[in-house]
């Protein structure tokens, strides 16, 4: 592999860096507030994608504190 590898724990898969990668086209407008009932699907992606990573954060931190707790 030419890239270095990261360290375990960056909460970021392949498929998800590469979702993004996707959701960030260079030819497509700016992102730009709407209507309510209209949000920019990307925004939405952006927001899926961020709360992914929060939950598997918060629940691998909630799992190490059990971990320590209970030895």
Do not use: I, Y
């Amino acid at each position: 592999m030419s890239q270095k590898a990261r360290p375990s724990g960056t909460g970021v898969s392949e498929s998800e860096r590469e979702e993004l990668l996707a959701a960030m086209l260079l030819d497509a407008p700016e992102l730009a507030l709407t209507p309510r009932g209209n949000p920019d699907p990307r925004l939405v992606q952006l927001a899926r994608l961020l709360g992914r990573q929060m939950a598997r954060q918060n629940f691998e931190a909630q799992s190490n504190k059990r971990g320590s707790d209970g030895s």
